[in-house]
């Protein structure tokens, strides 16, 4: 069975509900998460901090969704990002559908004269992308071997990351619309 073509694009208001959708389905069964993948994302998109938020699609269906924003690191280090969420509806798991779009994702990342990008994430996923645990680059609460960072230039910073306050909702943020 030939696999559909994997669009990769920006996402659009149209699919802000979609994303939602998409991102609850992708983390429905996951140990690891609280389920607040979705109200981070709408949490970012309302306080204007969605740097970089991008869908997959196929057969004009979106299946995917990876987002992208800001940063803060205490040695004043600045334009680093945070990967995620990341989000891929289970039956189109495993395609490659994730690796399309971090590999885009980080394109777009270069193309805003990005310093670099750090993620929480699978110790056994990430290093294939480039990211790796950085000695004195740490997260607070965060096991260091589930912490990873990739410098696009320069050196890499050293202090705590800090994520936007988006990463702490637990419910809705404000008068989103949640679907």
């Given amino acids: 069975m030939m696999q559909s073509a994997i669009a990769i694009r920006d996402e659009t208001d149209a699919d802000i509900p979609v994303i939602t959708e998409v991102t609850r389905e992708a983390f429905k069964t996951l140990d690891v998460s609280r389920q607040t993948e979705h109200y981070i994302i709408l949490a970012l998109r309302a306080a204007g901090a969605l740097a970089v938020s991008l869908v997959a699609e196929t057969e004009g269906r979106i299946v995917g969704h990876i987002a992208f924003s800001p940063v803060t690191i205490s040695d004043g280090s600045r334009d680093w990002y945070a990967l995620g969420p990341i989000s891929v509806l289970p039956a189109y798991q495993r395609k490659g559908i994730g690796t399309a779009l971090i590999y885009k994702g980080l394109e777009r990342l270069r193309a805003l004269n990005a310093g670099g990008c750090c993620l929480v994430g699978h110790p056994n996923y990430y290093p294939r992308f480039g990211f790796r645990n950085v000695e004195g680059l740490e997260c607070q609460g965060i096991p260091p071997e589930v912490f990873f ?31």
């Fill in 149 to 179: 960072a990739l410098c696009f230039r320069g050196a890499y910073p050293r202090g705590n990351v800090h994520f936007h306050e988006a990463f702490g909702v637990t419910g809705p943020p404000g008068d989103a619309l949640i679907i």
